[in-house]
Structures are given as structure tokens and as C-alpha cells.
């Protein structure tokens, strides 16, 4: 069995996907896989799709990942739900001619909160009890409002330069049945959950309010680091997750689509796979990609607590 992908964006070069994917390879002995990058622009999308048909699948960034949503529509290719609701794509998977198309920045940031969650103190019944402040408003904003959905709030605080860009993310939250308000970046109010999106130079220097309650937690989808965001939430309590979570459960989430996919196009590799390279079992699988990414960027993954 290989697994034949690669990261596509503009710029590239940045990119830790080779990173994260090669070490996933190494730990599950997929020796022959292969994980590369290439520079490609919004225009150059479909051209280049077309003529690497014999990848496995596509991890995309920016500029790319609207353009992946219009041309999965174009051609008739199929959307997943995280896909859909935020206009965003950042995986493609080929499968015998099918074509998924997932935003697994979503999962990757309730991934990234819910260990946080499950493991801080109560906070039910406190102050910002089933809310989330977000900070921006763009695509990274649209998957934290999906997120959020998942992680149980009912209300997102959008917090933004411009209130008059946020009309993207406040549809979307009637569309998935959660309330929202819009305002300035002043202020960060009450919440369980307060994740920013904002590029870690353009991180505001908000008056947060005194009264969160235990167990509320911060994201910084910015993976700098030192994040003065971050240094912030936790001197007034929260828990702080860096970017460098969601980045690894965003990628951990795109190599089961990639390794499913090619199990399913060569259904007898586990059966012909040497004893010492034979996949484990899935659970068992996910905690050692995992681990295997967290160690590539020597950060310890976090465990939630029984």
C-alpha cells in the first residue's frame, strides 16, 4: 500500500505538512509513501489536479481552498459537510474515480479544544457558560464556527476590524442554528471558548473581562512561537491551546482520509504486509499518527483525562 500526496498553496515553503505526513509514514512503516509540495496559485488548481491524477489526495491552503469548493461544484465531485457549510476545502481524496472534498480544519479544532474541555473544571452554569468570542471573520473564522457548533456552544461573539465583513460567518451561524453578535476588537466578554484567527502580526490588544469562569479555554490558530494572545487568556484564566493543536489534528484528520483511500484501492495490502509493518487497529492507529506528528514538531500532544 502507498500513499501518493502532497501540499498545495502559495506560499509554500513554510508549510510543516511534509513534516507532519512523512512522520506519519515512518510510524506506521509505509515505506514507499511519498509526501511532497508544490507552489500553485488559485488559477493553476484545476490544470494541476488534472494532470496528477495518480496522487492519493491534496492537503491546500491559502489561496486555494475557495477555489477548491467552486471547482468540486463545477465538476460534480463530492462535499463534505465542513466543506459545504464554510466554503472552504482543504483536503481532496481520490477514490476510483470518486473525489472528496473536506475542510479538516474543523474537526482539527475540536480536536484540538476537547481534550481541554473534558479534562478542565466544570464550568456549566458560569459566566459565558455555552458561549464563544471569535476573533475575525474569514475562512479560519467560518471552521472555528463549525467547531464551535460540535463543542456544544449555542451563541459565538464574533469579534472584528470591520463589522460589515462578518455577514459571511453571521449567515452561517443561522444556517447551523446558533445565535451570534458582531462587534469591535475592544473587548473580549464572558465565553468558554475564545479562538482567534487572526494572523499572529495583527494580534489585538483587547480588555478582557474579569469574570470567566474555570475551565473556559483560549485557541490561537496562529501556530507563532510566543503568542501575546495566548499569554493574555491564561493571565486571566483560561487555558491556553497553542496553534500548533489544531495544526496536527487537522493533519492527523487528513492522513485517515488519504490512508482510507488507499486502503480501499489495494484492499489486500494489509493482508500481504509483512507482520512487523501490518497497520494496527484503528484507534490504535490514530494515537500513533498523532503522536508521530506532535514528536515532528517535539510538542507533547494532549491526553483528556478520565
Known amino acids: 500500500m502507498r500513499i501518493l500526496a502532497a501540499v498545495l498553496g502559495s506560499p509554500i515553503a513554510h508549510s510543516k505538512s511534509p513534516l507532519l505526513h ?9 515505506d514507499s509513501s511519498e509526501y511532497s509540495r508544490y507552489e500553485l496559485g488559485a488559477d493553476e488548481l484545476e490544470g494541476f489536479l488534472d494532470s496528477h491524477t495518480d496522487h492519493t489526495g491534496f492537503s491546500l491552503t491559502m489561496p486555494l481552498k475557495d477555489r477548491l469548493v467552486t471547482l468540486a461544484a463545477e465538476r460534480g465531485w463530492n462535499l463534505d459537510e465542513t466543506a459545504a457549510l464554510t466554503a472552504a ?3 481532496i481524496v481520490r477514490h476510483r474515480g470518486d473525489v472528496q472534498v473536506a475542510n479538516t480544519d474543523v474537526e482539527g479544532i475540536v480536536r484540538a479544544i476537547a481534550p481541554h474541555k473534558e479534562s478542565g473544571p466544570a464550568a456549566a452554569g458560569g459566566a459565558g457558560d455555552g458561549r464563544a ?3 475575525g471573520a474569514g475562512a479560519t473564522a467560518a471552521s472555528a464556527l463549525v467547531a464551535c457548533r460540535d463543542l456544544g456552544i449555542t451563541h459565538v461573539d464574533f469579534r472584528v476590524r470591520s463589522p460589515d465583513r462578518a455577514r459571511r460567518v453571521l449567515d452561517l451561524a443561522e444556517r447551523i442554528g446558533l445565535t451570534a453578535s458582531v462587534d469591535d476588537l475592544t473587548r473580549i466578554g464572558p465565553s468558554s471558548i475564545v479562538i482567534s484567527t ?7 490588544d483587547p480588555i478582557w473581562d474579569d469574570s470567566f469562569a474555570p475551565g473556559a479555554i483560549a485557541l490561537d490558530v496562529a501556530y507563532a512561537a510566543d503568542s501575546t494572545f495566548l499569554a493574555a487568556a491564561a493571565a486571566h ?3 491556553p491551546v497553542a496553534g500548533t493543536a489544531m495544526l496536527v489534528e487537522q493533519a492527523v484528520a487528513q492522513f485517515e482520509m488519504f490512508l482510507a483511500a488507499a486502503r480501499a484501492d489495494d484492499p489486500t495490502a494489509t493482508e500481504t504486509m509483512p507482520t512487523s509493518k501490518t497497520l494496527p487497529a484503528a484507534d490504535d492507529l490514530t494515537a500513533r499518527v ?3 506528528m506532535y514528536a515532528a514538531l517535539e510538542v507533547p500532544p494532549v491526553r483528556a483525562q478520565d
Do not use: D, H, K, S
Open 290 to 292: 498523532t503522536a508521530a
Open 22 to 30: 512523512r512522520a506519519a509514514f515512518v510510524a506506521l512503516n509505509l
Open 89 to 91: 476545502g482543504n483536503t
Open 133 to 135: 468570542t471569535i476573533l
Open 237 to 239: 484564566g483560561l487555558r
Open 198 to 204: 487572526l494572523p499572529a502580526e495583527a494580534a489585538p
